[in-house]
């Protein structure tokens, strides 16, 4: 009875230790502020507002929920035009869209906490945690008759850093730009990006981890889903579903009530079509290789690291803020800032970027000469968007944070992201 007692005792402790610590300095929520009281100018956020009523007018985009923060307080959050406009629906500020690959971020950030807690090193192999990664084995020759192929050793093995930073060797199966890799993911029935099938990730993972790379491990950059098999990897180490992991140590303490893998009931009005511009006007975006409704509807069982969060503009800003304050929000210590400074540095040396930008364990990153060249941010302002036409970037020298969310597929003629950017920054006035 004792040693019962002493077990449960410390699997207590290890759950408490585990979860938020309580940081020695307070940075409050998102709260509203005028434009002044944070140095940004009411006349150029007008312009902001102008040139988003005119995208809507000029059919670039069917509506839209714009989001501009400083200094942890949001001077402009306003919505445009239609959620969906075949049911006349107009857009809301508190609209859920469908973020995609903004789901990456949020999937890195979990792995850095778990990291935090000592679970793992981040140049330990993948395949240490996850057995069916094995060796690494590497593309050699196709055959497209029968999409067959033959591999070659890799001369490294996949680890949680090639991961975070899309340079396993992994592709991206139905969006990879080699059309081999589309056609070997597909034939071993890997789930890309988003399902309503009933199928876990761990399923899908395991899957991916028999075929082949594009690359030697860290020789290269080629989007992937790395954050999906992270997703998974989270599962493993915690011993949570990727799903609940999020809720209890990220959402729930940073307040972020509106992000999802699937909606509950309550939340399903508010989603946002994905809409593409045919003949004329807007309609809903068919059924393709996935159904646009997959976070309302289907097994519900996907929970893809990669791209299958919902979320809004404010809850959104709300975990960027987090990263602007360091790793803390509202007394709830998310990530140290030592880990943080780790998360923004150069992880792929020149692999990614072209110069303007360097990618971190999160997020691609302004350098020097991206902000040099204007219109995108200080240096080391991190950024992201996602497959649906949503964006955010966060500047931590200004301590600005845009956010503009959009739900469009097909061919649209669509310059508010650049616009977006561009204007927020010559919208700081102090």
Do not use: C
């Not at 093995?157 to 090639?162: A, F, K, L, T, V």
């Not at 991916?208 to 992937?224: C, E, R, T």
């Not at 098999?229 to 729930?252: A, C, H, I, K, Q």
């Not at 692999?351 to 020097?368: C, D, E, I, Q, R």
């Amino acid at each position: 009875m004792k040693k019962t007692a002493i077990i449960l005792f410390l699997s207590l402790l290890t759950l408490n230790l585990a979860g938020q610590t309580k940081p020695r300095q307070t940075a409050a929520p998102l709260s509203k502020a005028s434009p002044e009281s944070v140095g940004m100018s009411p006349e150029r956020l007008d312009r902001i507002d102008v040139m988003l009523q005119n995208a809507i007018a000029e059919d670039q985009v069917p509506g839209a929920v714009a989001l501009i923060a400083r200094n942890g307080k949001i001077v402009f959050h306003k919505a445009y035009g239609m959620a969906d406009n075949q049911e006349n629906k107009e857009m809301e500020k508190d609209a859920i869209f469908r973020i995609a690959s903004q789901t990456k971020a949020i999937t890195s950030t979990a792995v850095m906490m778990l990291w935090e807690e000592g679970k793992f090193r981040l140049d330990d192999p993948i395949s240490k945690y996850i057995p069916d990664f094995g060796e690494a084995q590497i593309l050699d020759t196709f055959n497209e008759a029968d999409t067959t192929y033959t591999v070659k050793p890799a001369k490294d093995q996949i680890s949680i850093r090639d991961l975070l930073t899309h340079t396993s060797g992994l592709g991206y199966g139905v969006i990879d730009g080699d059309q081999r890799f589309q056609k070997i993911y597909a034939k071993a029935g890997v789930t890309d990006l988003f399902t309503t099938e009933d199928i876990a990730i761990a399923e899908s993972v395991k899957k991916l981890a028999k075929l082949p790379l594009h690359h030697n491990p860290g020789d290269a950059y080629v989007y992937s889903e790395g954050l999906d098999v992270l997703g998974y990897f989270v599962e493993v180490v915690s011993g949570l579903p990727f799903d609940e992991f999020l809720r209890t140590r990220l959402f729930e303490p940073l307040g972020m009530d509106d992000t999802w893998f699937y909606l509950p009931e309550g939340k399903h009005k508010r989603l946002v079509s994905v809409q593409r511009f045919e003949t004329g006007e807007w309609e809903k975006y068919p059924k393709t290789f996935y159904d646009t409704d997959y976070p309302i509807k289907g097994a519900k069982r996907f929970f893809s690291g990669g791209a299958g969060l919902s979320s809004t503009a404010e809850d959104y800003a709300t975990f960027l803020q987090m990263y602007l304050n360091n790793g803390e929000l509202n007394g709830k210590r998310i990530l140290s800032r030592t880990t943080v400074q780790s998360i923004m540095s150069d992880q792929t040396k020149g692999l990614w970027g072209g110069g303007l930008k360097h990618y971190g364990l999160a997020f691609g990153v302004v350098t020097g000469e991206g902000q040099d060249a204007g219109g995108i941010g200080s240096t080391g302002t991190f950024d992201w968007g996602g497959y649906f036409n949503t964006q955010y970037f966060a500047d931590p020298k200004e301590q600005v944070i845009g956010i503009l969310m959009k739900q469009t597929q097909g061919d649209v003629s669509d310059e508010t992201g650049w616009k977006f950017r561009q204007m927020v920054f010559a919208a700081v006035d102090d």
